[in-house]
Each structure stands twice: as C-alpha cells, then as structure tokens.
Nanobody, 124 residues
Framework: QVQLVESGGGLVQAGGSLRLSCAAS????????MGWFRQAPGKEREFVSG????????NYADSVKGRFTISRDNAKNTVYLQMNSLKPEDTAVYYC?????????????????WGQGTQVTVSS
C-alpha cells in the first residue's frame, strides 16, 4: 500500500507556471512507476505524464509535450510535474498515481494507487 498526497495547485494566468508535487508514503517508492492524470469538469480523467521507477524513462500526452516536465526524487519519495506555458485548457484537477510496474503507462487501469487531487485553474 502507498499513500499519495498532491500539492502545488492553484490559480495562474495563461502563460504562467506551476509545479505540482506528490509525496508518497508507505511501501518503497522505487517499487512504483508514477504518473500524473487530470480531469476537467464533465470530461474523462486523462493521462498527462509518467515516469519509470528509476526516472530514466518518461512519457507525455501530446497536449503537454514541450510544456510539462515530470521528474522524481527517490530520496524524497516525491514526484513532480513542472508545468510551463499554461493554457486555459489545462484547467483540471490533477491526480498523482502509482503503478506497480517498471515503466509508466498511459492507461488508468495500469495504476494501483491514487491521490486525492489538486486543482489547477488557468485564467485567460
């Protein structure tokens, strides 16, 4: 079992930046690939980015490539999502997730544990 707590969300103007953090506790952090998903009102939860156990492999949704960067600090049991050049369409609740596998996937079903989410609102 692993517990995930997101932080760093907030209100930002279009073009601005935010950094989300997800702190993990419980089982060994390096046992899990990590991912970020988001859910806008009235929409399905969608994959944003993922990172492998070691941090050596990452993947991104096309909509955020070149603007978002995922990273992890295994010594601090934390995964980050640096979000730059934010757009109003990035507005959503952002969720951190842990997958009991080496490489991160883009499907919700591949993830075993989820955080409660943090709200990101981008104003135009």
């Amino acid at each position: 079992q692993v517990q995930l707590v997101e932080s760093g969300g907030g209100l930002v103007q279009a073009g601005g930046s935010l950094r989300l953090s997800c702190a993990a506790s419980g089982r060994t952090f390096t046992s899990y690939a990590m991912g970020w998903f988001r859910q806008a009102p009235g929409k399905e939860r969608e994959f944003v980015s993922g990172i492998s156990r070691s941090g050596g492999s990452t993947n991104y949704a096309d909509s955020v490539k070149g603007r978002f960067t995922i990273s992890r600090d295994n010594a601090k049991n934390t995964v980050y999502l640096q979000m730059n050049s934010l757009k109003p369409e990035d507005t959503a609740v952002y969720y951190c997730a842990a997958a009991n596998r080496y490489y991160s996937g883009s499907s919700r079903s591949q993830y075993n544990y989820w955080g409660q989410g943090t709200q990101v609102t981008v104003s135009s």
